[in-house]
C-alpha cells in the first residue's frame, strides 16, 4: 500500500541558511500534518493543513512555513536555520480534518542537520 | 498544552516475557494511538483505540482505552527480538485540533 513519502531523507544546511521539505500524503487523504522529533524526544506538532488551508498550529516557529498544494503534497519551509533545528521532521496525512484521527500515518522523516 | 506522562521510560526484558506499560493525562482525549517507533524512522501505529473502556488486539499486542478517557495501557505477549524499539503513546482531542500529543516514549530492550 502507498505510504507518505517525504524527501529528501537527509539534508544538511549551514546556519541562516533555508531549507524546503516536502511531503506527498497517502492517496485521498487531504489532510496533512508536520512534527518535529529533536534528539531522543517525542514528535512534537507543527502545524497541519486540510484541503489546502491551514487547519491549526502547534508550536512552529515564526522561521517556519508551510504550505498545502492542489494535489494535496505539502512543503515545509524554513529559514534563518539555527543549530536548535536540527532534528527529524514528519509529516503525516490522514483521510479525514476534525472527524476523527483514522488512518493517522506517519512518513519515514527527513532528518535536517544544520551544521 | 496537553502531556502525556508515559511510562516506564525503557525497559530491558527478556526473550518471552510479557510487557506493560501505560499513559496517563491529566484532560480527556477522544483518541488513544500506540506507535512503534525504530532509528531514524517514522512511528508505525500499533493500535488505534476510538471509544472509551475499548480493548483491541493485534497479533500479539493488546491495548485499551481507559474509561476515564483519560489513560491507556498496552501490553506485548512473549516478546520477541524484533519487538525492541520505542513506544509511544499519542492522544488525539479533537474537536478541530488536530495534533497528537506524544508521551515520552518506552524503550524496550529485550536481553536473548
Known amino acids: 500500500a502507498a505510504g507518505v513519502i517525504q524527501s529528501p531523507r537527509h539534508l544538511i544546511k549551514e546556519k541562516r541558511e533555508t531549507a524546503t521539505l516536502k511531503c506527498y500524503p497517502i492517496?485521498?487523504?487531504?489532510?496533512v500534518y508536520w512534527y518535529q522529533q529533536g534528539p531522543g524526544q517525542d514528535p512534537q506538532f507543527l502545524i497541519s493543513f486540510y484541503e489546502k488551508m491551514q487547519s491549526d498550529k502547534g508550536s512552529i516557529p515564526d522561521r517556519f512555513s508551510a504550505q498545502q498544494f492542489s494535489d494535496y503534497h505539502s512543503e515545509l519551509n524554513m529559514s534563518s536555520l539555527e543549530l536548535g533545528d536540527s532534528a527529524l521532521y514528519f509529516c503525516?496525512?490522514?483521510?479525514?480534518?476534525?472527524?476523527?484521527?483514522?488512518?493517522?500515518?506517519f512518513g519515514s522523516g527527513t532528518r535536517l542537520t544544520v551544521v | 498544552g496537553q502531556q502525556l506522562n508515559q511510562s516506564p521510560q525503557s525497559m530491558f526484558i527478556q526473550e518471552g516475557e510479557d510487557v506493560s506499560m501505560n499513559c496517563t493525562s491529566s484532560s480527556i482525549f477522544n483518541t488513544w494511538l500506540w506507535y512503534k517507533q525504530e532509528p531514524g524512522e517514522g512511528p508505525v501505529l500499533l493500535i488505534a483505540l476510538y471509544k472509551a473502556g475499548e480493548l483491541t488486539s493485534n497479533g500479539r499486542l493488546t491495548a485499551q482505552f481507559g474509561i476515564t478517557r483519560k489513560d491507556s495501557f498496552l501490553n506485548i505477549s512473549a516478546s520477541i527480538p524484533s519487538d525492541v524499539g520505542i513506544y509511544f503513546c499519542a492522544g488525539w482531542e479533537g474537536g478541530g485540533a488536530d495534533g497528537l500529543t506524544f508521551g515520552k516514549g518506552t524503550h524496550l530492550i529485550i536481553q536473548p
Open positions: 503525516a496525512s490522514s483521510p479525514d480534518n476534525g472527524g476523527s484521527s483514522y488512518g493517522y500515518t
Open positions: 492517496p485521498r487523504h487531504d489532510t
